[in-house]
T-cell receptor, first 114, second 113 residues
């Protein structure tokens, strides 16, 4: 089946620790995205990548980092610098990064900082 | 800065009632418009989209939306809702030339049998 996988589904972290969220797609899409979803705030863009080895900051990039070494993979690291990391994180991909293509979403990772 | 407003945060309806969810955006140029839906426990998925042409677009499961450029709106409608339409609905806008979507805050719809 083609799609986007995110792991783990639930993640717990102690304050001060970095944690990496996985996102893999087998749709052969060039563009990939990371969003954060908080109740009542919709989806906010953290980082996006339009092509391998290139990525751009979104609207709330502070405290996060990404890499795009392979077309299929776009891991997100939540660093200890992120002030309020507890949230639901969604990964998405699209055929190109021009914004007018449908984005396909993964199932999400719920991160809780203890 | 571009923004998207969804005026109804929570909507409760009985089955067979008509639905209209409001979406307004702030951007004066050409836009691409989307409605996404997130059913309980499922992935966010595309409901419908507008790029150009007929401003009345039809999507899956009997949903439709109308783009009114003069009002900067893209409201979602369904004539008769079902219990299975219970979900969270997100409006999203892409301004031409910008490589990202801007999402609204979402509207939680609960349909009672």
């Amino acid at each position: 089946d083609g799609g986007i996988t995110q792991s783990p589904k639930y993640l717990f972290r102690k304050e001060g620790q970095n944690v990496t969220l996985s996102c893999e797609q087998n749709l052969n899409h060039d563009a990939m995205y990371w969003y954060r979803q908080d109740p009542g705030q919709g989806l906010r863009l953290i980082y996006y990548s339009q092509i391998v080895n290139d990525f751009q900051k979104g609207d709330i990039a502070e405290g996060y980092s990404v890499s795009r070494e392979k077309k299929e993979s776009f891991p997100l690291t939540v660093t200890s610098a992120q002030k309020n990391p507890t949230a639901f994180y969604l990964c998405a991909s699209s055929t190109t990064g021009t914004g007018n293509n449908e984005q396909f979403f993964g199932p999400g990772t719920r991160l809780t900082v203890l | 800065a571009q923004s998207v407003s969804q005026h109804n945060h929570h909507v409760i309806l009985s089955e067979a009632a008509s639905l209209e969810l409001g979406c307004n955006y702030s951007y004066g140029g050409t836009v691409n418009l989307f409605w996404y839906v997130q059913y309980p426990g499922q992935h966010l998925q595309l409901l419908l989209k507008y790029f150009s042409g007929d401003p009345l677009v039809k999507g899956i499961k009997g949903f439709e939306a109308e783009f009114i450029k003069s009002k900067f709106s893209f409201n979602l409608r369904k004539p008769s809702v079902q219990w299975s339409d219970t979900a969270e609905y997100f409006c999203a806008v892409n301004a031409e030339g910008y490589n990202k979507l801007i999402f609204g805050a979402g509207t939680r719809l609960a349909v009672h049998p």
